[in-house]
């Protein structure tokens, strides 16, 4: 029973005492048929008759009527080959046979409803249901997914590897999402398989990891592929279109529980026309969906799962939403509209905390589009443009640059060196390949970059200003300082001109110059470039930095005792971050050189 004993306790309970016909619903693989199976095997003694019909088809009639050992039971004439008087026939039969009777219908369809005041009664007749939907008709017991506990026990019943630790397990059924079916045949599959690592294991539904082992739902019935095994208990061919672009749409969020208020909001596809023409003159194709309505009833029919107001997507659905009706373009891109829009950061004014939330949301939308190869289009690069600037902030720069690689190859095909979108992106590119250290490569963006605001901008504009200033700064990691400091005279002419000589950005500039003229050998113009930054507003800014700058240029200059006040300041700043931060650590190391040198 895998722990399943509550369940068939509560089955034999409602079927007993309440007398009434009984659906069992739940998704695909949850263990339905299977505690079907175990209260007749429990209770067969109990009856004296016991009938199972499996539904193959969407006609109850059909079914009923070509279920020949049954036909053969009651002894109905051959000759009777109407199949609606055949199907009354067959029932009056059952109902006239001494009790007490079972009859179990293993996944029923929606069309039983109809048949409710015709199927065998009470008291003579318990009738066992079940099915993926909740049958309207017919006294309701859910069947939900395994416990950790009932998921670990049923994992270890089928796989006994001691190289499995239980902390291992753990993690593969809740990969699983305690999924009766899928922990079986995961746990099979390591079983058979015990060159398969942990980590091979844990990605076997994203891999779609070979298996070859028996599953008891069917007699000779085996699984050669995990996830396309999984994918095979589903079919989207009896949805009409609204479901599936609703299930299309929810494929793209996190594997999780999300409330009505949350789904309407991402999936609804109420976008305005001001919203769509930021990008391109094409208007909204697809009207909005009344979310609440179509998720309850894709609960009821199986396809998603409910908790306290909160409904999910297995995975394994998702896997057969994606494979077997991949989302359009047209489908696709409310969603893609709205979580730009959560992702909107704004350096100057935001949190980028505030943002964090809506990362896991921007991924699971981007393996969508990865998995279907979505075509590239204005909204697309500016999805990627903004779940790049989160990943900035996470110091996540790896990813960040696979978006704007793929963001700066749209926009340079799409509209050329001339469009605003296309510098921003190169920007922004050419910072994160900075980050990463590729500055050669980062520098040719920069200088792109910089043509384009010098051009469209002006000189004096403060844009054009922090991209001189950007480039200088890879310029001086590079070691080419002479050409790095033209740039940055550039960048605080404009400074000058637009914030003041007193201005924190202003300020900030003349520290990164004389830094420059340091490594250019010029300490004394760039012990006066120090001074006036340090002459600016300290309230206003972080003066850590222009403290250690100052320090390290005194010690070039010999000036060590000077040089030990400013690197004492400077780490009075710094106390605060944790040990090993690299910041911390230079200037301590600073300090130990400074005083070993004045021992000396």
Not at 19 to 30: A, K, N, S
Not at 215 to 225: A, F, H, S, T
Not at 483 to 488: F, P, S
Request: hydrophobic share 40%; net charge negative; proline share 4%.
């Amino acid at each position: 029973l895998d722990g399943r004993e509550e369940d068939l306790a509560q089955l034999r309970q409602q079927l007993v005492t309440q007398q009434q016909v009984v659906v069992m619903h739940g998704m695909g693989g949850l263990g339905k048929t299977a505690l079907a199976q175990a209260y007749v095997h429990t209770h067969w003694t109990d009856y004296r008759h016991v009938a199972w019909l499996t539904q193959t088809t969407e006609d109850f009639t059909q079914d009923l009527t070509q279920a020949p050992r049954l036909r053969r039971k009651l002894e109905i004439p051959e000759e009777l080959t109407d199949p609606e008087a055949l199907a009354e026939r067959m029932l009056d039969g059952l109902q006239a046979l001494p009790g007490p009777n079972l009859l179990v219908i293993d996944d029923a369809k929606a069309d039983l409803n109809a048949w409710v005041h015709r199927l065998p009664k009470a008291p003579g007749w318990h009738i066992l249901l079940t099915s993926r939907e909740a049958l309207d008709s017919f006294s309701r017991l859910p069947l939900d997914f395994l416990s950790e506990a009932q998921a670990h026990a049923l994992f270890r019943r089928h796989c006994t590897r001691e190289d499995l630790t239980n902390a291992h397990v753990t993690e593969l059924v809740q990969a699983a999402d305690r999924h009766t079916l899928t922990v079986e045949v995961l746990a099979k599959t390591a079983q058979r398989r015990p060159d398969y690592a942990f980590a091979t294991l844990r990605e076997a539904l994203t891999t779609d990891l070979k298996a070859n082992v028996p599953v008891d739902r069917q007699v000779g019935e085996r699984v050669d592929r995990v996830a396309s095994y999984l994918s095979s208990l589903w079919t989207l061919a009896d949805l009409s279109p609204e479901p599936i672009t609703l299930l299309q749409r929810m494929a793209c969020l996190p594997s999780d529980y999300h409330d009505a208020a949350r789904l309407t909001e991402l999936l609804a596809g109420s976008r305005s026309e001001a919203e769509d023409q930021e990008d391109d003159a094409t208007p909204p194709t697809t009207k909005a969906l009344d979310v609440l309505d179509l998720v309850l009833d894709l609960v009821d029919l199986g396809w998603l799962l409910k908790s306290d107001g909160a409904y999910k997507l297995h995975q394994v659905v998702q896997t057969v939403v994606l494979d077997q009706s991949p989302p359009s373009r047209e489908v696709l891109a409310p969603v893609i509209s709205v979580l730009t829009q959560k992702l909107n950061y704004d350096q100057f004014k935001d949190n980028p905390v505030d943002f964090f939330p809506w990362l896991p949301f921007g991924e699971a939308l981007q393996r969508v589009i990865d998995h279907v190869g979505l075509p590239v289009d204005p909204k697309l690069a500016k999805f990627w443009d903004k779940l790049g600037r989160i990943y900035v902030q996470q110091g996540k720069y790896v990813r960040a640059r696979n978006l704007w690689e793929k963001a700066v190859a749209f926009a340079e095909a799409e509209w050329g060196p001339e469009h605003a979108r296309t510098a921003m992106y190169w920007n922004n590119f050419a910072y994160v390949l900075d980050e990463l250290g590729a500055y050669t490569e980062a520098k040719g963006y920069y200088t792109k970059a910089i043509r384009y605001a010098e051009q469209h901008l002006g000189l004096d504009h403060k844009n054009t200003a922090g991209a001189y200033s950007n480039l200088a700064a890879v310029l001086q990691a590079l070691g080419e300082y002479a050409e790095a400091r033209t740039y940055l005279e550039k960048a605080i002419a404009s400074d000058e001109k637009n914030f003041g000589t007193e201005h924190p950005k202003t300020a900030i500039r003349y520290s990164n110059l004389a830094v420059v003229l340091q490594d250019l050998g010029e300490l004394a113009e760039a012990r006066t470039y120090l001074e006036k930054a340090l002459a600016s507003d300290e309230k206003n800014f972080g003066t850590a930095t222009i403290y250690n700058n100052m320090a390290s240029l005194l010690e070039a200059m010999g000036e060590y005792t000077e040089a030990l006040t400013w690197a004492e300041k400077a780490m009075m700043g710094k106390v605060k971050l944790p040990e090993g931060h690299p910041s911390r650590e230079t200037g301590e190391q600073l300090l130990v050189r400074l005083r070993s040198k004045l021992e000396e």
